[in-house]
């Protein structure tokens, strides 16, 4: 990835410019070794820093600058507002003299995010955001601002709501990972509930309950995703400042996936699966063999629609993929009368309700999953019976909108719901 195309240059305006710290960071882990000369370094106060080739890398691909003095201050403090307008410049680029969010960023934005994308376009249109400090009072209100525009915080936010005396305070690590799992989150997806509290239950930080209140929501995410890690001595340090160079590196990560340092439990003993490199876990084998054999009859026999895995207990069924990528973009907006039905999902429940089965809208005409369902309806019932269930579900519609009953030593179910038809069985 070249670096030059999002990063920009930071005014010496807008140099953090705070009081210092000596803490150590945690960040350090695997900093590579020194390899440019003392009398090379645009700073004089970066030789033999942890930060170093981050400060470096920043800086030559013109996104961060020094001070005045020819120092870099990276044991400075940085403020909740310096460390946001961080975040968002990391995602733009600048060009002729104009600086705007990097349009290859958004494009991928619009695949695989496209909700967030479109709060992001929202936003740009109604605030004219353009990555330049406010011409008068409150320097950082067009980044604040931005934030809650495009929906990464809220203005009933229990630890950051639109108050912004709040943002010029000091950045505690706890708060940092709040502010930036909260991007990464709309940015690039959550992780699996159930995975993230074997992490914390896993993780052998001997802090992770230090945190202050209302500054855990994230603190899963950034040690899954690894954009922050614990200290060589099995700390976390919640509560401890966080540091120019600290947060450069965070940001760094955020935005360069290669950098990152995820932490990675062992799995063993787990009932598990991975989609798109994510992990899900389940409280049983049957689950989670049932929904592997959903995905193999989706694969098997959907030759003409387009099937999606959504999570690690879902397969969707759609006529083609043009009505599935309208579905995805319209439910992210919100736009849900405009959302076009898919033809059929099959699903497992990983609650621990023990659940699983498949649903269909009212009407549907399976025109690419006809064999999908058949396929769904013989897994459900087994053996050789999926014919006789069909033909018994088929004569529930018809009499009622729900009911209970056993078959082939299973118990089932039937519903109608929301303009849905549900059949599920409780193992």
Do not use: C
Request: no cysteine; net charge neutral.
């Amino acid at each position: 990835m070249q670096r030059t195309k999002w990063m920009l240059t930071i005014s010496l305006v807008f140099s953090l410019t705070f009081g210092g710290t000596g803490a150590a960071n945690a960040e350090q882990d695997g900093a590579a070794e020194e390899t440019t000369g003392v009398d090379a370094l645009p700073f004089s106060d970066i030789a033999g820093h942890w930060a170093k080739d981050a400060i470096l890398q920043a800086y030559q691909a013109g996104f961060v600058e020094g001070f005045e003095d020819g120092t870099f201050r990276p044991n400075d403090i940085v403020k909740a507002d310096q460390f946001i307008a961080m975040i968002l410049r990391a995602y733009s680029v600048t060009k002729n003299g104009k600086t705007e969010f990097d349009p290859s960023w958004l494009a991928l934005l619009d695949k695989d995010r496209p909700g967030f994308s479109h709060r992001i376009k929202n936003a740009l249109s109604a605030t004219k955001f353009n990555f330049q400090n406010a011409s008068s009072g409150y320097w950082a209100t067009p980044y604040v601002n931005f934030l809650f525009d495009a929906k990464v915080l809220y203005e009933i936010d229990q630890l950051f709501p639109k108050n912004y005396s709040l943002f010029q305070k000091q950045l505690k690590r706890d708060a940092s990972s709040y502010l930036i799992g909260a991007w990464f989150v709309k940015a690039e997806g959550s992780y699996d509930s159930k995975y993230q509290n074997y992490v914390l239950s896993k993780n052998e930080l001997k802090d992770m309950n230090n945190f202050s209140q209302y500054t855990e929501g994230y603190k899963a995410t950034i040690l899954i995703s690894g954009l922050m890690n614990g200290y060589p001595n099995g700390y976390f340090y919640p509560q401890r400042y966080v540091t120019r160079a600290e947060a450069l590196t965070m940001v760094l990560r955020l935005r360069d996936k290669t950098l990152r340092k995820p932490f990675q439990p062992s799995l063993n003993g787990l009932i598990y699966s991975t989609n798109s490199g994510r992990i899900y876990l389940y409280d049983s084998k049957y689950a989670l063999d049932m929904y592997t054999e959903m995905v193999e009859l989706a694969k098997k026999h959907v030759t003409e629609g387009h099937f999606n895995l959504f999570g690690g207990d879902t397969v969707e069924v759609f006529s083609t993929k043009d009505v599935f990528e309208k579905n995805v973009y319209f439910t992210e907006t919100g736009q849900y009368h405009l959302r076009p039905d898919d033809e059929l999902t099959a699903f497992v429940y990983r609650d621990g309700s023990r659940k699983l089965g498949f649903s269909y809208p009212v009407p549907s005409t399976f025109e690419s999953s006809k064999d999908y369902l058949n396929a769904l309806y013989e897994l459900l019932a087994g053996n050789g019976k999926g014919k006789d269930l069909r033909k018994k579900i088929e004569a529930y519609i018809v009499e009622t909108a729900e009911k209970d009953f056993s078959f082939n030593g299973k118990n089932f179910s039937y519903r109608e719901i929301a303009k849905r038809y549900e059949i599920t069985i409780k193992y």
